[in-house]
């Protein structure tokens, strides 16, 4: 037992040591409210958080955003990154989701009495036929897309009833195929869960990527 304290105190001063040279520190929500980096913040001659950045802030509940800001209590700003318009945060107990903590920190401050969320609207990821529908029906249109995206090469996706024009984004209906959508019961060592499959998407899919691999080899 003395040992193992002396090597938990000396493991304790190295962490501390090694925060005392860094300028920026990276770590999860929670990770951040775990014993060794909090007791290296509050060490003598820790370094001063000037800025907070909370990545994915959409998503996270409440509290796991706020593990990270009570380090912090010293910032000049503090930067909440995220969408909740994409995914929230996943709360399973209706208990907790009727009391509020489906909805993150970010989106309760968002829809407050003067707030003024920044909109990155201009995207330079998908191709225009795939932002127009999120940016038209969740943004109002307000996400455009970087003219440098539409300049690039034509992928090898084409539409399969004009396979000499290639097509960004394809709709293909299953809804008519025979079976349709079917449930399994798939039991782990731990728990038994139902799960949805479709096999003629898996066939179109499987279908679609041997295509694909064999024209882009």
């Known amino acids: 037992d003395e040992l193992r304290a002396e090597y938990y105190e000396a493991l304790s001063e190295a962490r501390a040591a090694e925060l005392r040279q860094a300028d920026l520190v990276f770590a999860t929500c929670i990770s951040s409210r775990r014993g060794g980096l909090t007791a290296a913040l509050q060490a003598e001659g820790a370094p001063w958080l000037r800025q907070a950045i909370i990545d994915e802030a959409g998503q996270a509940p409440e509290p796991e955003t706020l593990c990270p800001l009570t380090l912090a209590r010293d910032v000049r700003s503090v930067v909440l990154v995220g969408d909740p ?30 707030a003024r969320p920044h909109l990155l609207s201009l ?57 349709g959508e079917q449930l399994s019961q798939v039991r782990t060592a731990e728990s038994s869960a139902k799960s949805r499959f479709h096999p003629a998407e898996a066939a179109r899919a499987a279908e679609l990527a041997t295509a694909l691999a064999a024209r882009v080899g």
């Open 123 to 179: 995207q330079y990821r998908m191709h225009p036929d795939l932002n127009a529908f999120p940016s038209t029906y969740f943004y109002g249109g307000a996400v455009r897309t970087d003219p440098g995206t539409a300049a690039r090469a034509p992928g090898v996706l084409a539409h399969p009833g004009r396979p000499t024009v290639p097509a960004a984004l394809l709709f293909w209906s299953s809804a008519a195929s025979a079976g």
């Open 85 to 114: 318009k994409q995914l929230r945060p996943i709360i399973k107990s209706p208990a907790a989701q009727r009391l509020g903590l489906n909805v993150s920190l970010l989106e309760r401050i968002g829809h407050a009495p003067g």
